[in-house]
């Protein structure tokens, strides 16, 4: 099974973590949000993947490869940020006439992905929105979908696109993109996937969707903090090893060689290999590897890779009703 997964964003709204990190690499419960994704794939029968890199895309190709050695990973390099229909055509000389998965890099979800495999029909995964006019949605008569539109001005549709697509035929989908892009039609000023999705609907290839259980997003720092603490309290990640003179609060997923001394570490927290914390309370954060933290007190925040923060401890002679923050 073949899969494709873009992954050329630059992570404007992650920095400055992504200036070195790419977002797909960031880490928490126990692997990245790409690890994470991979894991759900592979466990489907995916045994082909194609990533459309672009920003730090050689550290995504090299990491893909190093963690999932008995898949076979290419990849396109995308350099004109024109639309997820262009980023996905960069594949179209590594995609066959067989089913293609499109999974969208920096969306974590759980769901069976067996639904999205169909011989008779291509499917769409969906979930129920607030707001659906930031979404690309479906509009369906309860079978099979009946139009497609990309961020619809007036409600047509609670159904949004969650960024998995499964298509009995990768060629065909090929094929569409290539025309909407010598047809130079533009959504919002960019190639859209769904309005590739659309044209192969009017030429008679049926759509089906699929209800997705959860749907995670990993696009804002608030975001990925929300996403790790789900994660966490469904049991992904490693378990911590006894760490003597300090307290560990879970659910936490902290890797086998971190080091941990006099400190409070956890609920939600994620930390990296390599990383000491010394002297520091630590909830609701992820710790990237490498890193040293001492006497600090942290919280709802996100840290990368071979950082080194410390702080000072304090003495205080407070009265009484006073608040303090340190």
Not at 85 to 103: C, E, F, K, P, R
Not at 136 to 155: I, Q, W, Y
Not at 258 to 266: A, L, Q, R, T
């Amino acid at each position: 099974m073949h899969a494709i997964i873009p992954v050329a964003g630059k992570g404007t709204r992650m920095r400055p973590l992504t200036w070195s990190v790419p977002k797909v690499l960031i880490r928490l419960a126990g692997n990245t949000v790409l690890g994470h994704i991979i894991d759900e794939l592979t466990a489907s029968g995916v045994d082909h993947i194609t990533l459309i890199v672009g920003y730090l895309g050689d550290e995504i190709v090299k990491w893909t490869r190093d963690n999932y050695p008995d898949i076979e990973v290419d990849y396109a390099v995308q350099e004109k940020m024109d639309g997820l229909a262009s980023a996905i055509y960069l594949a179209s000389h590594m995609t066959g006439d067989g089913q293609t998965l499109v999974v969208l890099g920096d969306t974590l979800f759980r769901a069976d992905l067996s639904l999205a495999y169909s011989d008779k029909s291509n499917m769409i995964a969906v979930k129920k929105v607030k707001d659906p006019r930031r979404f690309g949605v479906v509009v369906h008569d309860g079978g099979s979908v009946k139009r497609l539109v990309e961020k619809p001005t007036e409600f047509i549709s609670d159904l949004a696109i969650v960024g998995i697509y499964g298509f009995s035929s990768g060629s065909v989908l090929m094929n569409a993109i290539s025309r909407l892009i010598g047809s130079g039609k533009k959504t919002g000023g960019e190639f859209q996937l769904t309005d590739a999705m659309q044209l192969m609907l009017e030429e008679g290839h049926p759509f089906g969707c699929f209800e997705v259980e959860d749907w995670y997003d990993c696009g804002k720092p608030e975001t990925v903090l929300e996403t790790n603490r789900i994660l966490l309290d469904r049991g992904k990640g490693s378990s911590p090893r006894v760490y003597e003179g300090a307290v560990i609060v879970p659910p936490v997923s902290i890797e086998a060689d971190v080091e941990i001394y006099s400190s409070i570490v956890g609920p939600y927290v994620s930390v990296a290999s390599g990383t000491e914390i010394r002297g520091s309370i630590v909830s609701n954060s992820i710790i990237g590897s490498g890193t040293c933290l001492r006497n600090v007190h942290i919280r709802d925040s996100i840290i990368g890779n071979e950082a080194d923060i410390s702080g000072t401890p304090a003495s205080i002679n407070a009265g009484s009703s006073c608040r303090i923050e340190i």
